[in-house]
Protein backbone atom coordinates (compact mmCIF):
# COMPACT_ATOMS: atom_id res chain seq x y z
CA UNK A 1 0.00 0.00 0.00
CA UNK A 2 2.77 2.24 0.83
CA UNK A 3 4.46 1.83 -2.41
CA UNK A 4 1.43 2.92 -4.55
CA UNK A 5 1.39 6.47 -2.49
CA UNK A 6 4.89 6.86 -4.22
CA UNK A 7 3.69 6.67 -7.84
CA UNK A 8 0.98 9.32 -6.73
CA UNK A 9 2.87 11.60 -5.26
CA UNK A 10 3.61 13.56 -8.76
CA UNK A 11 -0.42 14.10 -8.91
CA UNK A 12 -0.19 15.28 -5.42
CA UNK A 13 2.04 18.01 -5.62
CA UNK A 14 -0.32 20.55 -7.94
CA UNK A 15 -3.01 19.98 -5.57
CA UNK A 16 -0.99 20.44 -2.23
CA UNK A 17 0.50 23.17 -3.56
CA UNK A 18 -3.35 24.96 -4.00
CA UNK A 19 -4.00 24.16 -1.26
CA UNK A 20 -0.74 25.37 0.37
CA UNK A 21 -1.15 29.12 -0.89
CA UNK A 22 -4.46 29.25 0.95
CA UNK A 23 -3.89 28.23 3.96
CA UNK A 24 -1.44 29.29 6.82
CA UNK A 25 -2.91 26.45 8.80
CA UNK A 26 -1.18 24.15 5.98
CA UNK A 27 2.00 25.60 5.58
CA UNK A 28 2.75 25.17 9.30
CA UNK A 29 1.92 21.83 9.70
CA UNK A 30 3.96 21.25 5.94
CA UNK A 31 6.94 22.43 8.08
CA UNK A 32 6.52 20.92 11.20
CA UNK A 33 6.38 17.37 9.40
CA UNK A 34 9.33 17.80 6.45
CA UNK A 35 8.65 13.94 6.19
CA UNK A 36 5.39 14.95 3.99
CA UNK A 37 6.94 17.16 1.81
CA UNK A 38 5.83 15.78 -1.67
CA UNK A 39 7.77 17.77 -4.12
CA UNK A 40 9.72 16.09 -6.63
CA UNK A 41 13.23 16.44 -6.14
CA UNK A 42 15.07 19.37 -7.90
CA UNK A 43 18.16 18.54 -9.93
CA UNK A 44 20.19 20.06 -7.15
CA UNK A 45 18.62 17.61 -4.22
CA UNK A 46 19.78 14.78 -6.51
CA UNK A 47 23.06 15.82 -6.99
CA UNK A 48 25.72 13.99 -4.41
CA UNK A 49 26.55 16.10 -1.91
CA UNK A 50 30.31 16.69 -1.15
CA UNK A 51 31.44 13.70 0.83
CA UNK A 52 34.40 15.41 3.77
CA UNK A 53 37.13 13.17 3.93
CA UNK A 54 36.65 12.39 7.83
CA UNK A 55 38.99 12.33 10.56
CA UNK A 56 39.15 9.09 12.54
CA UNK A 57 39.82 8.66 16.08
CA UNK A 58 42.80 6.64 17.52
CA UNK A 59 40.51 4.63 19.16
CA UNK A 60 39.01 3.07 16.25
CA UNK A 61 42.66 2.30 14.94
CA UNK A 62 43.14 0.46 18.22
CA UNK A 63 39.64 -1.18 17.78
CA UNK A 64 40.92 -2.16 14.63
CA UNK A 65 43.80 -2.94 14.92
CA UNK A 66 42.60 -5.87 17.93
CA UNK A 67 40.01 -7.23 15.80
CA UNK A 68 42.84 -7.78 12.96
CA UNK A 69 45.08 -9.43 14.93
CA UNK A 70 43.58 -12.25 17.09
CA UNK A 71 39.53 -12.20 17.10
CA UNK A 72 38.32 -14.68 19.78
CA UNK A 73 34.94 -12.66 20.26
CA UNK A 74 32.06 -13.62 17.63
CA UNK A 75 30.33 -10.23 19.08
CA UNK A 76 32.93 -8.47 16.46
CA UNK A 77 30.87 -9.30 13.87
CA UNK A 78 28.01 -7.00 14.54
CA UNK A 79 30.56 -3.99 14.12
CA UNK A 80 30.27 -2.19 11.40
CA UNK A 81 33.38 -1.81 9.26
CA UNK A 82 33.60 1.61 8.43
CA UNK A 83 35.58 3.67 5.78
CA UNK A 84 35.61 6.49 4.13
CA UNK A 85 35.37 7.16 0.82
CA UNK A 86 34.97 9.66 -1.35
CA UNK A 87 32.58 9.53 -3.87
CA UNK A 88 33.32 11.77 -6.83
CA UNK A 89 31.66 15.21 -7.08
CA UNK A 90 28.39 16.54 -8.51
CA UNK A 91 29.97 18.97 -11.01
CA UNK A 92 31.51 16.63 -12.77
CA UNK A 93 27.82 15.19 -13.88
CA UNK A 94 27.07 15.86 -17.25
CA UNK A 95 23.82 18.19 -17.40
CA UNK A 96 22.74 16.26 -20.80
CA UNK A 97 19.43 14.86 -20.44
CA UNK A 98 16.95 13.52 -23.09
CA UNK A 99 13.50 12.31 -22.77
CA UNK A 100 12.73 9.23 -24.28
CA UNK A 101 11.84 6.98 -20.97
CA UNK A 102 11.35 3.59 -21.81
CA UNK A 103 13.21 4.22 -25.32
CA UNK A 104 13.76 0.21 -25.58
CA UNK A 105 15.00 0.25 -29.32
CA UNK A 106 18.42 0.89 -27.87
CA UNK A 107 19.57 -1.76 -25.79
CA UNK A 108 22.64 -2.13 -26.74
CA UNK A 109 24.32 0.88 -25.46
CA UNK A 110 22.21 0.79 -22.28
CA UNK A 111 23.19 2.85 -19.50
CA UNK A 112 21.93 0.76 -16.58
CA UNK A 113 23.36 3.60 -13.82
CA UNK A 114 20.99 5.88 -15.53
CA UNK A 115 17.54 5.58 -14.66
CA UNK A 116 14.44 5.80 -12.23
CA UNK A 117 13.46 3.60 -8.92
CA UNK A 118 9.82 2.04 -9.09
CA UNK A 119 7.92 0.29 -6.09
CA UNK A 120 7.02 -3.09 -7.01
CA UNK A 121 5.36 -4.81 -4.15
CA UNK A 122 6.01 -8.16 -5.92
CA UNK A 123 9.34 -7.80 -6.03
CA UNK A 124 11.06 -11.00 -3.39
CA UNK A 125 13.93 -13.26 -4.29
CA UNK A 126 14.32 -13.39 -0.85
CA UNK A 127 13.03 -13.61 2.20
CA UNK A 128 15.37 -11.80 5.28
CA UNK A 129 14.29 -14.46 7.98
CA UNK A 130 15.58 -17.34 5.01
CA UNK A 131 18.60 -17.89 3.43
CA UNK A 132 20.49 -18.79 6.98
CA UNK A 133 23.25 -20.82 4.86
CA UNK A 134 24.57 -17.51 3.61
CA UNK A 135 23.24 -14.59 4.73
CA UNK A 136 24.97 -12.56 7.58
CA UNK A 137 22.64 -12.09 10.60
CA UNK A 138 23.86 -8.43 10.69
CA UNK A 139 22.82 -7.93 7.69
CA UNK A 140 19.41 -9.31 7.76
CA UNK A 141 17.27 -6.21 8.88
CA UNK A 142 14.52 -8.84 9.01
CA UNK A 143 15.92 -10.36 12.10
CA UNK A 144 16.47 -7.00 13.94
CA UNK A 145 14.18 -4.73 15.92
CA UNK A 146 13.67 -2.56 12.15
CA UNK A 147 9.91 -2.61 11.44
CA UNK A 148 9.74 -0.25 8.15
CA UNK A 149 10.86 -2.33 4.78
CA UNK A 150 9.42 -0.08 2.41
CA UNK A 151 13.24 -0.03 1.12
CA UNK A 152 12.78 -3.92 0.20
CA UNK A 153 10.11 -2.98 -2.51
CA UNK A 154 11.61 -1.03 -5.16
CA UNK A 155 12.95 -2.16 -8.35
CA UNK A 156 15.60 -0.55 -10.39
CA UNK A 157 14.29 0.55 -13.99
CA UNK A 158 17.03 1.86 -16.27
CA UNK A 159 15.87 5.08 -18.46
CA UNK A 160 16.58 3.71 -22.34
CA UNK A 161 16.40 0.42 -21.73
CA UNK A 162 14.50 -2.76 -21.10
CA UNK A 163 16.47 -4.42 -18.08
CA UNK A 164 16.43 -8.44 -18.59
CA UNK A 165 14.06 -9.73 -15.44
CA UNK A 166 16.11 -11.48 -13.07
CA UNK A 167 15.70 -15.20 -12.98
CA UNK A 168 17.61 -17.71 -10.75
CA UNK A 169 17.18 -20.52 -13.60
CA UNK A 170 18.30 -18.26 -16.39
CA UNK A 171 20.70 -17.24 -14.24
CA UNK A 172 22.70 -20.53 -13.95
CA UNK A 173 21.26 -22.01 -17.23
CA UNK A 174 23.35 -18.81 -18.81
CA UNK A 175 26.33 -20.03 -16.62
CA UNK A 176 26.70 -23.03 -16.93
CA UNK A 177 29.81 -24.78 -16.48
CA UNK A 178 30.99 -21.45 -15.61
CA UNK A 179 32.10 -19.70 -12.63
CA UNK A 180 31.81 -16.60 -11.26
CA UNK A 181 33.96 -14.51 -8.92
CA UNK A 182 33.64 -11.49 -6.82
CA UNK A 183 36.38 -9.91 -5.33
CA UNK A 184 36.54 -7.11 -2.80
CA UNK A 185 35.76 -5.85 0.32
CA UNK A 186 32.53 -6.38 2.32
CA UNK A 187 30.23 -4.63 -0.15
CA UNK A 188 31.45 -7.32 -2.45
CA UNK A 189 30.34 -9.91 0.07
CA UNK A 190 27.30 -8.27 0.47
CA UNK A 191 26.75 -8.73 -2.80
CA UNK A 192 27.69 -11.93 -3.03
CA UNK A 193 25.30 -13.04 -0.05
CA UNK A 194 22.49 -11.69 -2.18
CA UNK A 195 23.58 -13.36 -5.15
CA UNK A 196 23.75 -16.73 -2.99
CA UNK A 197 19.99 -16.00 -1.98
CA UNK A 198 19.05 -14.73 -5.48
CA UNK A 199 20.36 -17.95 -6.87
CA UNK A 200 18.67 -20.26 -4.30
CA UNK A 201 15.93 -18.35 -3.86
CA UNK A 202 16.64 -18.08 0.31
CA UNK A 203 15.49 -21.59 0.61
CA UNK A 204 17.27 -24.83 1.67
CA UNK A 205 18.93 -27.06 -1.16
CA UNK A 206 20.99 -29.72 -2.06
CA UNK A 207 21.93 -28.71 -4.90
CA UNK A 208 24.75 -26.56 -3.85
CA UNK A 209 28.25 -27.78 -2.33
CA UNK A 210 30.65 -25.92 -0.65
CA UNK A 211 34.03 -25.69 -2.63
CA UNK A 212 35.65 -23.37 -1.06
CA UNK A 213 38.95 -25.83 -0.54
CA UNK A 214 39.57 -26.38 -4.59
CA UNK A 215 40.61 -22.65 -4.46
CA UNK A 216 42.22 -22.51 -1.20
CA UNK A 217 39.83 -21.09 0.97
CA UNK A 218 40.07 -20.98 4.26
CA UNK A 219 40.06 -19.39 7.89
CA UNK A 220 43.41 -18.63 8.97
CA UNK A 221 44.60 -18.85 12.29
CA UNK A 222 43.03 -16.44 14.70
CA UNK A 223 40.90 -15.22 11.76
CA UNK A 224 37.01 -14.41 12.24
CA UNK A 225 36.14 -15.55 8.81
CA UNK A 226 37.59 -17.38 5.87
CA UNK A 227 39.62 -15.61 3.23
CA UNK A 228 36.51 -16.19 0.63
CA UNK A 229 33.92 -18.65 0.38
CA UNK A 230 33.14 -20.82 -3.20
CA UNK A 231 29.99 -22.50 -3.93
CA UNK A 232 29.07 -25.30 -6.89
CA UNK A 233 25.40 -25.72 -8.03
CA UNK A 234 25.35 -29.59 -9.05
CA UNK A 235 22.33 -29.07 -11.24
CA UNK A 236 24.60 -26.59 -13.57
CA UNK A 237 27.75 -26.88 -12.65
CA UNK A 238 27.93 -22.94 -11.83
CA UNK A 239 30.88 -21.96 -9.29
CA UNK A 240 29.88 -18.91 -7.24
CA UNK A 241 32.89 -17.57 -5.36
CA UNK A 242 33.47 -14.72 -3.34
CA UNK A 243 37.60 -13.84 -2.16
CA UNK A 244 38.46 -10.89 0.05
CA UNK A 245 40.65 -8.68 -0.82
CA UNK A 246 39.64 -4.94 0.19
CA UNK A 247 42.14 -3.10 -1.62
CA UNK A 248 43.10 -5.27 -4.93
CA UNK A 249 46.82 -5.25 -4.32
CA UNK A 250 49.34 -8.07 -3.79
CA UNK A 251 49.60 -8.04 0.15
CA UNK A 252 52.75 -9.80 1.71
CA UNK A 253 54.58 -9.66 4.87
CA UNK A 254 57.50 -7.90 5.39
CA UNK A 255 59.15 -10.38 7.70
CA UNK A 256 57.01 -14.01 7.06
CA UNK A 257 58.86 -15.37 10.23
CA UNK A 258 57.26 -12.00 12.62
CA UNK A 259 53.37 -12.68 12.84
CA UNK A 260 53.40 -8.74 13.88
CA UNK A 261 55.44 -7.72 10.57
CA UNK A 262 54.43 -4.69 8.44
CA UNK A 263 52.71 -5.87 5.47
CA UNK A 264 53.74 -5.02 2.43
CA UNK A 265 50.88 -3.93 -0.10
CA UNK A 266 52.28 -3.84 -3.66
CA UNK A 267 49.87 -1.22 -5.64
CA UNK A 268 50.98 -2.25 -8.56
CA UNK A 269 50.70 -6.20 -8.01
CA UNK A 270 47.39 -8.16 -8.63
CA UNK A 271 46.33 -10.49 -5.61
CA UNK A 272 47.98 -13.42 -5.74
CA UNK A 273 44.52 -15.54 -5.64
CA UNK A 274 43.67 -13.47 -8.85
CA UNK A 275 46.71 -14.54 -10.55
CA UNK A 276 46.29 -17.93 -9.92
CA UNK A 277 42.82 -18.70 -10.62
CA UNK A 278 41.80 -16.54 -13.12
CA UNK A 279 42.23 -18.78 -15.93
CA UNK A 280 38.89 -20.17 -14.14
CA UNK A 281 37.07 -17.54 -14.48
CA UNK A 282 34.25 -16.70 -16.43
CA UNK A 283 32.54 -13.97 -15.02
CA UNK A 284 34.66 -11.87 -12.78
CA UNK A 285 33.36 -8.60 -10.72
CA UNK A 286 36.16 -6.68 -8.71
CA UNK A 287 35.76 -3.47 -6.34
CA UNK A 288 37.88 -2.11 -3.65
CA UNK A 289 37.48 1.69 -2.07
CA UNK A 290 36.40 1.35 1.52
CA UNK A 291 39.73 0.93 3.15
CA UNK A 292 41.80 3.39 1.84
CA UNK A 293 42.01 5.18 4.74
CA UNK A 294 45.02 6.00 7.28
CA UNK A 295 43.12 4.34 10.05
CA UNK A 296 42.61 0.78 8.08
CA UNK A 297 46.33 1.24 7.06
CA UNK A 298 47.68 1.63 9.99
CA UNK A 299 45.24 -1.24 11.49
CA UNK A 300 46.44 -3.47 8.81
CA UNK A 301 50.28 -3.19 8.94
CA UNK A 302 50.42 -2.10 5.19
CA UNK A 303 53.42 -0.22 3.58
CA UNK A 304 53.01 0.80 0.36
CA UNK A 305 55.44 -0.81 -1.99
CA UNK A 306 55.55 -0.14 -5.61
CA UNK A 307 57.89 -1.50 -8.43
CA UNK A 308 58.26 -3.37 -5.70
CA UNK A 309 60.33 -0.72 -3.54
CA UNK A 310 58.97 1.42 -0.58
CA UNK A 311 56.92 4.33 -2.12
CA UNK A 312 58.87 7.38 -2.19
CA UNK A 313 56.84 9.67 -3.82
CA UNK A 314 54.60 12.08 -1.91
CA UNK A 315 51.71 12.54 -3.85
CA UNK A 316 51.68 8.80 -4.21
CA UNK A 317 51.52 8.15 -1.03
CA UNK A 318 48.32 10.14 -0.68
CA UNK A 319 45.08 7.37 -0.23
CA UNK A 320 43.43 9.01 -3.06
CA UNK A 321 46.44 8.96 -5.32
CA UNK A 322 47.00 5.08 -4.09
CA UNK A 323 43.78 3.75 -4.56
CA UNK A 324 43.75 5.64 -7.94
CA UNK A 325 46.86 3.60 -8.94
CA UNK A 326 45.81 0.82 -7.60
CA UNK A 327 42.50 0.62 -9.22
CA UNK A 328 44.41 1.25 -12.80
CA UNK A 329 46.80 -1.17 -12.45
CA UNK A 330 44.54 -3.94 -11.63
CA UNK A 331 42.30 -3.32 -14.43
CA UNK A 332 45.27 -2.49 -16.82
CA UNK A 333 46.80 -6.33 -15.52
CA UNK A 334 43.61 -7.55 -16.08
CA UNK A 335 43.30 -6.50 -19.56
CA UNK A 336 46.22 -7.70 -20.67
CA UNK A 337 45.24 -10.82 -19.72
CA UNK A 338 41.86 -10.79 -21.83
CA UNK A 339 43.09 -12.02 -24.81
CA UNK A 340 43.92 -15.26 -23.27
CA UNK A 341 40.54 -15.60 -21.48
CA UNK A 342 38.32 -14.69 -24.50
CA UNK A 343 35.17 -15.53 -22.84
CA UNK A 344 36.06 -14.08 -19.69
CA UNK A 345 33.91 -10.93 -18.43
CA UNK A 346 34.65 -8.67 -16.30
CA UNK A 347 33.36 -5.76 -14.18
CA UNK A 348 34.79 -3.22 -11.83
CA UNK A 349 32.03 -2.23 -9.63
CA UNK A 350 31.84 1.65 -8.66
CA UNK A 351 32.00 2.91 -5.39
CA UNK A 352 29.06 2.08 -2.63
CA UNK A 353 28.04 5.53 -1.17
CA UNK A 354 27.91 5.72 2.68
CA UNK A 355 25.00 8.06 3.93
CA UNK A 356 26.44 8.59 7.73
CA UNK A 357 24.65 12.59 8.51
CA UNK A 358 25.58 14.71 11.55
CA UNK A 359 29.12 12.62 12.12
CA UNK A 360 30.75 9.72 11.27
CA UNK A 361 30.19 5.91 12.39
CA UNK A 362 31.68 6.98 15.99
CA UNK A 363 30.69 10.35 16.45
CA UNK A 364 27.49 9.61 16.19
CA UNK A 365 26.99 9.83 12.46
CA UNK A 366 23.33 8.62 11.40
CA UNK A 367 21.59 7.41 8.92
CA UNK A 368 17.08 7.46 9.90
CA UNK A 369 15.50 8.08 6.92
CA UNK A 370 12.78 5.63 6.46
CA UNK A 371 10.74 6.88 3.34
CA UNK A 372 12.31 5.59 -0.06
CA UNK A 373 13.59 8.31 -2.50
CA UNK A 374 13.42 11.04 -0.42
CA UNK A 375 16.91 12.09 -1.88
CA UNK A 376 15.53 11.71 -5.15
CA UNK A 377 14.72 8.92 -7.69
CA UNK A 378 16.13 9.52 -10.87
CA UNK A 379 19.58 9.20 -12.24
CA UNK A 380 19.56 11.47 -15.48
CA UNK A 381 23.07 12.05 -15.86
CA UNK A 382 25.29 10.03 -18.33
CA UNK A 383 28.34 9.42 -16.46
CA UNK A 384 29.51 7.66 -13.45
CA UNK A 385 29.96 9.82 -10.30
CA UNK A 386 32.77 6.87 -9.31
CA UNK A 387 35.45 8.99 -11.89
CA UNK A 388 38.09 6.93 -10.90
CA UNK A 389 36.60 3.45 -11.69
CA UNK A 390 34.79 4.88 -14.78
CA UNK A 391 38.73 6.14 -16.01
CA UNK A 392 40.55 3.17 -15.29
CA UNK A 393 38.32 1.17 -17.12
CA UNK A 394 37.84 3.44 -20.23
CA UNK A 395 38.99 2.11 -23.29
CA UNK A 396 39.78 -1.65 -22.02
CA UNK A 397 37.62 -4.48 -22.13
CA UNK A 398 36.27 -4.41 -18.67
CA UNK A 399 32.83 -3.00 -17.97
CA UNK A 400 31.71 -0.53 -15.31
CA UNK A 401 29.09 -2.24 -13.64
CA UNK A 402 27.98 1.47 -12.33
CA UNK A 403 26.02 1.49 -9.11
CA UNK A 404 26.82 4.12 -7.29
CA UNK A 405 24.57 6.94 -8.10
CA UNK A 406 21.41 4.51 -7.94
CA UNK A 407 22.41 3.19 -4.78
CA UNK A 408 23.11 7.01 -3.37
CA UNK A 409 19.26 7.49 -3.78
CA UNK A 410 18.40 5.03 -0.88
CA UNK A 411 19.97 6.04 1.68
CA UNK A 412 17.12 4.76 3.45
CA UNK A 413 17.92 0.81 2.67
CA UNK A 414 21.65 1.13 5.39
CA UNK A 415 21.68 -1.31 8.50
CA UNK A 416 21.38 1.64 10.19
CA UNK A 417 21.08 2.12 13.83
CA UNK A 418 19.84 -1.92 13.87
CA UNK A 419 21.49 -4.52 15.27
CA UNK A 420 21.03 -8.37 16.20
CA UNK A 421 21.64 -7.54 19.50
CA UNK A 422 18.87 -4.79 19.95
CA UNK A 423 21.72 -2.87 21.88
CA UNK A 424 22.32 0.45 20.77
CA UNK A 425 25.68 1.00 19.61
CA UNK A 426 27.18 2.67 16.32
CA UNK A 427 25.01 3.04 12.89
CA UNK A 428 26.24 1.63 9.77
CA UNK A 429 25.21 3.75 7.22
CA UNK A 430 28.19 1.99 4.79
CA UNK A 431 26.75 -1.70 4.24
CA UNK A 432 23.01 -2.97 3.25
CA UNK A 433 20.32 -4.09 4.68
CA UNK A 434 19.87 -7.19 2.77
CA UNK A 435 17.62 -8.03 0.78
CA UNK A 436 17.81 -4.73 -0.03
CA UNK A 437 20.16 -2.57 -2.87
CA UNK A 438 23.00 -5.13 -3.28
CA UNK A 439 19.88 -7.13 -4.99
CA UNK A 440 19.81 -4.73 -7.82
CA UNK A 441 23.84 -4.33 -8.33
CA UNK A 442 23.35 -8.20 -9.20
CA UNK A 443 20.38 -7.47 -11.53
CA UNK A 444 22.20 -5.47 -13.32
CA UNK A 445 25.01 -7.43 -13.40
CA UNK A 446 23.12 -10.28 -15.02
CA UNK A 447 21.54 -7.72 -17.86
CA UNK A 448 25.09 -7.76 -18.49
CA UNK A 449 26.39 -11.38 -18.76
C1 LIG B 1 32.69 19.65 4.92
O1 LIG B 1 33.73 20.55 5.12
C2 LIG B 1 33.37 21.90 4.94
C3 LIG B 1 34.61 22.76 5.03
O2 LIG B 1 35.68 22.08 5.57
C4 LIG B 1 32.32 22.27 5.99
O3 LIG B 1 31.91 23.62 5.82
C5 LIG B 1 31.12 21.36 5.83
O4 LIG B 1 30.18 21.61 6.83
C6 LIG B 1 31.54 19.90 5.88
N1 LIG B 1 30.42 19.05 5.54
C7 LIG B 1 30.10 17.99 6.25
C8 LIG B 1 28.93 17.20 5.73
O5 LIG B 1 30.71 17.63 7.24
C1 LIG C 1 13.89 6.09 -29.35
O1 LIG C 1 15.21 6.49 -29.63
C2 LIG C 1 15.48 6.60 -31.01
C3 LIG C 1 16.96 6.94 -31.20
O2 LIG C 1 17.64 7.04 -30.02
C4 LIG C 1 14.57 7.68 -31.62
O3 LIG C 1 14.82 7.78 -32.99
C5 LIG C 1 13.13 7.30 -31.38
O4 LIG C 1 12.29 8.32 -31.85
C6 LIG C 1 12.88 7.07 -29.89
N1 LIG C 1 11.52 6.58 -29.68
C7 LIG C 1 10.70 7.08 -28.77
C8 LIG C 1 9.39 6.44 -28.66
O5 LIG C 1 11.01 8.01 -28.04
C1 LIG D 1 32.02 -28.36 -15.01
O1 LIG D 1 32.55 -27.15 -15.52
C2 LIG D 1 33.96 -27.16 -15.68
C3 LIG D 1 34.36 -25.81 -16.18
O2 LIG D 1 34.00 -24.83 -15.24
C4 LIG D 1 34.36 -28.25 -16.65
O3 LIG D 1 35.77 -28.30 -16.74
C5 LIG D 1 33.85 -29.60 -16.15
O4 LIG D 1 34.12 -30.58 -17.12
C6 LIG D 1 32.36 -29.52 -15.93
N1 LIG D 1 31.88 -30.75 -15.34
C7 LIG D 1 30.91 -31.47 -15.88
C8 LIG D 1 30.53 -32.70 -15.11
O5 LIG D 1 30.33 -31.17 -16.90
C1 LIG E 1 44.72 8.15 -11.89
O1 LIG E 1 45.75 7.49 -12.56
C2 LIG E 1 45.70 7.65 -13.97
C3 LIG E 1 46.73 6.73 -14.58
O2 LIG E 1 47.95 6.85 -13.97
C4 LIG E 1 45.90 9.10 -14.32
O3 LIG E 1 45.83 9.28 -15.71
C5 LIG E 1 44.83 9.92 -13.65
O4 LIG E 1 45.03 11.29 -13.87
C6 LIG E 1 44.79 9.64 -12.16
N1 LIG E 1 43.63 10.29 -11.60
C7 LIG E 1 43.67 10.85 -10.40
C8 LIG E 1 42.38 11.44 -9.93
O5 LIG E 1 44.66 10.89 -9.71
Known amino acids: MKAETYGLRGKGVSLISIVLICTTIIIWSWEKTPSLNVSIPSRATMQL ?22 DKTSKREHRPDFVNDSPQRSSLISEKEDNNWN ?75 KTLALI ?46 AYHFLSTNTTILFYWSATLCDVEPIDASNPGSDQAMHLDRPPVFLRQYLHKFDVLVLNTGHHWNRVKFKANRWVMRVGGM ?59 NTTPMSVGKEILWEESTDQVAAHAVKGT ?27 PGVHDCLHWCLPGIPDTWNEILFAQI
Not at 50 to 66: G, M
Not at 320 to 328: F, Q, V
Open 49 to 70: PSENISIVSHKEAKTEAKRNEK
Open 184 to 229: GDSLSRQQFQSLMCMLTSGKKTHDVEDVGKKYGLARGKGALRPNGW
Open 103 to 177: NATDNKVCNYAKGKWVPDNHRSFYSGFGCKRWLSKMWACRLTQRTDFAYEKLRWQPKDCQMEEFEKSKFLRRMQH
Open 310 to 368: PNTDKKLGTMGSAKNLTIHSIVSWVNSQLPKHPGLKVFFRSISPRHFVGGEWNTGGSCD
Open 397 to 423: GIKLLDITALSHLRDEGHISRFSISAK
